[in-house]
């Protein structure tokens, strides 16, 4: 079969390869502790998914407008204002299917052969590809533990060139949980907008954040930046929404009316009924978030402890997301072998750096019980022991 040059330039997701692996196991009987998911294990809310039913009682079944149903544009609108003081209109707003597609479709509207992104390593595993698929040349600049996993503004502008178009920004972090203060945030904002490029701001994680720290917006930090920035956002990770795929983007008029044609070419919306649950997610749900983020909190600071303790590894303490970095060069084994390793003999799935442009490190999510947090770090330290 003779397939596009477009799919032979890229890979499947890490991140979803690992979870399959653990998967397979388990079907075999096995009881693997699966520390892969980027996904809460809380169910979804009940009110949310009460306003689905009731849509679906009330025949919210119909195609609905490309952008998305005016009332959740609405409810979005009124979110970014309430959390962050940023003035969207509903026109600057497009609800996609999950962050994932919305991040698609800015890429393949603004990104031409051989325009340079940015991308400060360790990254989300799908923008690097979604940024070939685009046709674009991703430029990664390295950043590690002892830096906090954070980017300088002084690597920053050096990696800018004339064929930069963009930075893709995120913060909370996945992998690291690495959080840009509002400060850090405004001097990239100061360099993107001297420089003319595009950030890209992927605030998926930004209400999972801890120790009392508040995630700003990149355009509440950098309000220069307001014409210049696509935000990223959605229902999947703090409303435990994974499933039901919504996410949006919010930025000028222009680029929205452009990624509009893009989704009527390709998805046209999501689900309507969806969209009508996720108007009460944004609407009516911050003490159900709130409990979902001190949960998280502790079983950070459970797993932080124990990992901490194991011989031979060091770990970034974050403060966001759902999962640590802990840092393995100890081993002297490349991450992927000793992720294979655990999976194989302590029957424990984590990710290896590797896929987010990190060799060295490997992620583990908490978005799981305190027993399985318990048992899973003893039984990699464990395993580890006999590496060293
Ligand atoms: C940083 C980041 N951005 C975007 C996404 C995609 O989110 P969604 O499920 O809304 O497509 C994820 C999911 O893992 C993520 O970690």
Same mark, same amino acid.
Request: with cysteine; charged share 25%; glycine share 6%.
């Given at each position: 079969m /003779?397939?596009?040059? /477009?799919?032979?330039n890229?890979k499947?997701?890490?991140?979803l390869?690992?979870?399959a692996?653990a998967r397979?196991l388990k079907? @075999?009987g096995?009881?693997?502790?699966d520390f892969?998911?980027?996904?809460? #294990?809380?169910?979804?809310?009940?009110?949310?998914?009460?306003?689905?039913?009731?849509?679906?009682?009330?025949?919210?079944?119909?195609y !609905?407008p490309?952008?998305?149903?005016?009332?959740?544009?609405q !409810?979005?609108? *009124?979110k970014?204002k309430k959390?962050?003081?940023?003035?969207?209109?509903?026109?600057?707003?497009?609800?996609?299917c999950g962050?994932?597609? $919305?991040?698609y479709?800015?890429?393949?509207?603004?990104?031409?052969?051989?325009?340079?992104?940015?991308?400060p390593a360790?990254?989300w595993?799908?923008?690097? #590809?979604?940024?070939?698929l685009a046709?674009g040349k991703? +430029?990664?600049i390295q950043?590690? #533990?002892?830096a906090?996993?954070k980017m300088?503004?002084?690597q920053?502008?050096? !990696?800018i060139?004339?064929k930069?178009?963009m930075?893709?920004?995120? $913060?909370?972090?996945?992998?690291?949980?690495a959080?840009?203060?509002k400060e850090e945030? @405004?001097?990239f904002?100061?360099? =993107?907008?001297?420089? @003319?490029?595009?950030?890209?701001?992927?605030e998926?994680? $930004?209400?999972?954040?801890?120790d009392g720290?508040?995630? &700003?917006s990149?355009?509440?930090? %950098?309000?220069?930046?307001?014409?210049?920035?696509?935000?990223?956002n959605?229902?999947?990770k703090?409303?435990?929404?994974?499933?039901?795929r919504?996410?949006?983007? &919010?930025?000028?008029?222009?680029l929205?009316d452009?990624?509009?044609?893009?989704?009527?070419?390709?998805?046209?919306s999501?689900?309507t009924?969806? *969209?009508?649950?996720?108007v009460t997610?944004?609407?009516d749900? #911050?003490?159900?978030?709130?409990?979902?983020?001190k949960?998280f909190?502790k079983?950070r600071?459970?797993m932080f402890?124990?990992?901490t303790?194991i011989?031979?590894?060091? =770990?970034?303490?974050?403060?966001?997301a759902f999962?640590?970095?802990?840092?393995?060069?100890?081993f002297?084994?490349?991450?992927?072998?000793?992720?294979?390793?655990?999976l194989?003999? %302590?029957?424990?799935a +984590? +990710?290896a750096?590797e896929g987010?442009g990190?060799?060295?490190?490997?992620r583990?999510?908490?978005?799981c019980d305190?027993?399985?947090?318990?048992?899973?770090? *003893?039984?990699?330290?464990?395993?580890?022991?006999?590496?060293?």
């Amino acid at each position: 079969m /003779r397939f596009s040059k /477009r799919i032979l330039n890229i890979k499947p997701s890490s991140t979803l390869a690992a979870a399959a692996k653990a998967r397979e196991l388990k079907a @075999k009987g096995i009881k693997v502790i699966d520390f892969t998911t980027g996904e809460p #294990d809380f169910p979804t809310p009940e009110k949310i998914k009460e306003a689905c039913k009731k849509a679906l009682d009330e025949n919210w079944t119909k195609y !609905a407008p490309v952008p998305g149903i005016p009332e959740l544009r609405q !409810a979005i609108a *009124q979110k970014l204002k309430k959390d962050h003081g940023l003035d969207y209109s509903p026109d600057e707003i497009i609800v996609g299917c999950g962050a994932k597609q $919305s991040i698609y479709i800015v890429l393949q509207v603004l990104i031409d052969n051989e325009d340079e992104v940015i991308i400060p390593a360790p990254y989300w595993v799908s923008y690097l #590809d979604q940024v070939l698929l685009a046709g674009g040349k991703p +430029v990664i600049i390295q950043t590690d #533990d002892k830096a906090g996993f954070k980017m300088t503004p002084q690597q920053l502008e050096k !990696a800018i060139i004339p064929k930069t178009k963009m930075l893709i920004l995120n $913060s909370p972090s996945n992998p690291t949980g690495a959080c840009y203060t509002k400060e850090e945030l @405004k001097e990239f904002g100061d360099i =993107c907008t001297k420089k @003319k490029i595009w950030v890209l701001s992927d605030e998926i994680y $930004s209400k999972l954040t801890y120790d009392g720290f508040k995630q &700003a917006s990149f355009v509440e930090a %950098a309000p220069a930046m307001r014409n210049q920035t696509i935000l990223i956002n959605g229902a999947s990770k703090a409303y435990s929404m994974t499933g039901w795929r919504m996410g949006f983007a &919010a930025g000028p008029k222009e680029l929205i009316d452009k990624m509009k044609i893009l989704q009527s070419q390709e998805i046209t919306s999501i689900a309507t009924f969806v *969209q009508r649950a996720s108007v009460t997610a944004f609407n009516d749900c #911050d003490g159900e978030i709130e409990k979902m983020r001190k949960e998280f909190e502790k079983r950070r600071n459970l797993m932080f402890e124990l990992v901490t303790k194991i011989p031979g590894v060091t =770990c970034f303490k974050p403060q966001g997301a759902f999962y640590l970095f802990p840092n393995i060069t100890a081993f002297k084994k490349p991450s992927q072998q000793i992720a294979d390793t655990l999976l194989e003999e %302590a029957h424990v799935a +984590v +990710v290896a750096g590797e896929g987010f442009g990190a060799p060295g490190y490997l992620r583990l999510s908490y978005a799981c019980d305190t027993e399985s947090i318990k048992e899973g770090i *003893q039984r990699i330290k464990e395993a580890l022991k006999k590496s060293l």
